[in-house]
């Protein structure tokens, strides 16, 4: 954490070269939502706040503290003056490969206040992803950078200040208007690493602390660079779930690099293998570099079925990529099963791309039929709370995107509580409103469904059992304004401490069976909480190859369709794989609230799961026990049908799936009450 005083300033440490680490507007080091999650089994240390404080032990006051501070920090005319711009270096372009290295020149020019002796121009990288840190240690390393003014009298002393931070303090005499500071970027032999993920305006973020107080603030307009992706490691195609007979559906087919980047400029010929005739499907595919190396391909089955198929690319280099597609189930009976991902966030907060980008993805690459873009309300470079015409363009550009009947843009924002933990607010209406959780007026969740009734909004709780902050569960939302929780993402899975793959630094109690155990009536959906700008196939990046998707059951790609399916808790979660699962217990389907009558005349319980990839096991868990565990045999498809005669009023019984993969589903519980 950077040290702040009471006015919001960064503390000048013993000499005037050294400052705190921090960055952000006043120095606020922003942590957590998108590092990098250690393994699961690695706890890691979480700020606490005592059980006498009368926070819940989960909270991270401190950091609170800071964001406030940055706030009330104020800013002196001369903060964030100046303008920058990105010049040809040794012959290098500006674009770069994803995960490659070079080199840039990136020069500021102060603005017309100028910065005083004792103020700092700061040079950053994106902190969240793979740039490689700017530093003037050791020429032999990656990030090295020289830093130079053609000012005569202007003494700069360049400091790494953190990880991706680079500030440049101002002695000898002030730098005044029109001077410039050059930041060579990456001019060592090993040249500086780029973001790992492909993104149109990757910003060299550049702040002033114009008056030396240590109060610092961006410059109006940082210089950008696009990052391109690399060449195709991977062949991805995305089926439905579920088609009826003669209903026309779509695969969406894209080679991707090794990082799930998609915009490939490469050709290919895709042969499918053990696809059907029946499912009209042409034998070969030609895929353009001209189109981005994808296509959206129209299908029509003509005969009923459970179908699993590969495919493999073969590139104009003579490689071959593989693909497995499925289940895809044709069928004239039986609920529709469509996918979405409602959590995810661009480079207006602390994730790669920019919306455009991640709206394209989610609906031409992964093929989803919901998608909401979740950006922190303050979190990131620069808060979308502060930006109110920002926020508006953002839910200009769902309504934007938004084709009912055949894909659906939601808006939407993470509520960033880091005393009671995040919640995703979804809208389903364009007149969705940010209310920002470090805002006194809603700086609670009480305060935020409070503001939030009567409106077609929905919270959605996430990474609830620990990660970057664990879920206070002693509030309790109404259901019509909570009705689901998100159970698994990138951080991992909070359903139970039995769970595979659980989330990082667990916190004993705050996991969703816990929760249930005390009475919660809520349905299980998963989301990617993707960073990548990979929205739908978040999992193909992550760390352990898993993160989430949220399965509706429901008819119609609406807004309507939607919100109705998550408030009557219709939905399951996966951990991105596209696992069908049917579930229901005494003769009522997932999400269920059945009474004592019901109970009274069947405690029979049925599952029918089709896996994208053999099934290892399927668990019923009732209460706080597996009460049922059937081997799955290695099999794609497996039925499970008994009773359960010790279910009593307030009980609930719910499904887990594993597959032999590590890919999960669970649905949503059935409740007894």
């Not at 208007?177 to 993104?199: N, Q, S, T």
């Not at 978040?538 to 760390?543: D, K, N, R, S, V």
């Not at 939607?562 to 389907?589: E, H, N, Q």
């Amino acid at each position: 954490m950077v040290a702040l005083d009471s006015r919001g300033r960064v503390r000048r440490m013993k000499r005037a070269a050294t400052w705190c680490s921090g960055f952000g507007l006043a120095g606020v080091l922003v942590v957590g939502c998108s590092e990098k999650a250690p393994p699961p089994e690695s706890p890691q240390a979480q700020e606490q706040a005592p059980s006498q404080s009368g926070l819940p032990r989960t909270a991270r006051p401190k950091l609170r503290a800071d964001l406030l501070a940055d706030i009330a920090a104020v800013r002196h005319a001369s903060d964030g003056g100046g303008r920058a711009w990105i010049e040809p270096l040794g012959g290098h372009s500006p674009e770069v490969v994803a995960g490659s290295s070079a080199s840039w020149r990136i020069v500021f020019e102060a603005g017309e206040l100028g910065v005083a002796t004792g103020g700092a121009v700061f040079f950053q990288v994106s902190p969240f992803w793979g740039w490689s840190t700017p530093q003037v240690q050791r020429e032999s390393d990656l990030g090295f950078t020289r830093v130079s003014t053609p000012a005569q009298g202007v003494e700069l002393t360049p400091r790494t200040l953190d990880q991706q931070l680079l500030g440049v303090h101002i002695d000898g005499r002030a730098l005044a208007a029109g001077e410039r500071i050059v930041f060579d970027y990456g001019v060592g032999p090993l040249r500086a690493k780029a973001d790992d993920f492909a993104e149109e305006r990757s910003r060299f973020w550049i702040a002033v602390d114009g008056d030396g107080d240590g109060v610092r603030k961006l410059i109006a307009e940082s210089p950008w660079v696009a990052v391109l992706p690399g060449p195709a490691e991977l062949l991805s195609i995305v089926a439905p779930t579920v088609l009826r007979p003669a209903e026309v559906g779509r695969l969406h087919v894209a080679l991707l690099d090794a990082k799930g980047n998609a915009g490939s400029r490469e050709s290919a010929s895709i042969r499918f293998h053990a696809a059907p005739p029946s499912l009209g499907l042409a034998e070969t595919l030609q895929l353009d570099a001209a189109a981005g190396g994808s296509a959206i391909v129209d299908f029509s089955p003509t005969e009923e079925g459970t179908f699993h198929f590969t495919a493999t690319a073969t590139l104009a280099d003579g490689r071959e990529l593989q693909c497995a597609i499925g289940p895809l189930l044709v069928s004239s009976a039986g609920r529709r099963v469509l996918w979405a991902d409602l959590h995810g966030h661009s480079g207006e907060s602390d994730g790669s791309g920019t919306p455009e980008q991640y709206w394209r993805y989610g609906r031409d690459v992964a093929g989803l039929d919901f998608l909401a873009l979740t950006d922190h309300d303050h979190w990131g470079m620069e808060f979308l709370d502060r930006r109110p015409d920002t926020w508006r363009s953002l839910v200009e550009l769902a309504r934007s995107f938004d084709a009912p009947g055949r894909f659906v843009a939601l808006p939407g924002f993470e509520f960033t509580d880091w005393i009671h933990g995040h919640r995703c607010v979804i809208g389903f209406d364009d007149s969705a409103e940010l209310l920002s959780s470090v805002d006194e007026r809603s700086d609670s969740p009480q305060k935020l469904w409070d503001a939030l009734r009567g409106k077609r909004v929905l919270t959605i709780p996430h990474h609830m059992a620990g990660g970057p902050i664990a879920l206070d569960w002693n509030f309790a939302a109404e259901p019509e304004l909570e009705p689901v929780i998100e159970i698994a993402s990138v951080h991992g899975s909070s359903e139970a401490a039995d769970s595979p793959g659980r989330i990082y630094s667990p916190v004993p109690g705050h996991f969703a069976r816990d929760a249930l155990e005390r009475k919660l009536i809520a349905g299980f959906i998963a989301s990617g909480d993707s960073h990548d700008g990979h929205p739908g196939l978040a999992h193909l990046a992550a760390p352990q190859k898993r993160a989430g998707l949220a399965a509706i059951v429901c008819e119609e790609r609406t807004r309507e369709a939607l919100y109705d399916a998550l408030r009557s808790r219709r939905v399951y979660g996966t951990t991105g794989a596209r696992i069908l699962l049917r579930f229901s217990f005494a003769g009522r389907p997932m999400g269920s609230i059945i009474s004592a009558e019901e109970l009274g005349l069947s405690r029979d319980i049925y599952v029918n799961a089709i896996g994208s990839a053999p099934i290892a096991r399927i668990e019923v868990i009732h209460g706080a026990e597996v009460a049922i565990a059937i081997d799955g045999e290695g099999r794609l498809e497996a039925i499970v049908a008994g009773e359960l005669k010790t279910v009593a009023v307030g009980d609930f019984v719910y499904v887990r799936v594993v597959q032999t993969d590590g890919h999960m589903a669970w649905s949503s519980p059935v409740f007894v009450r």
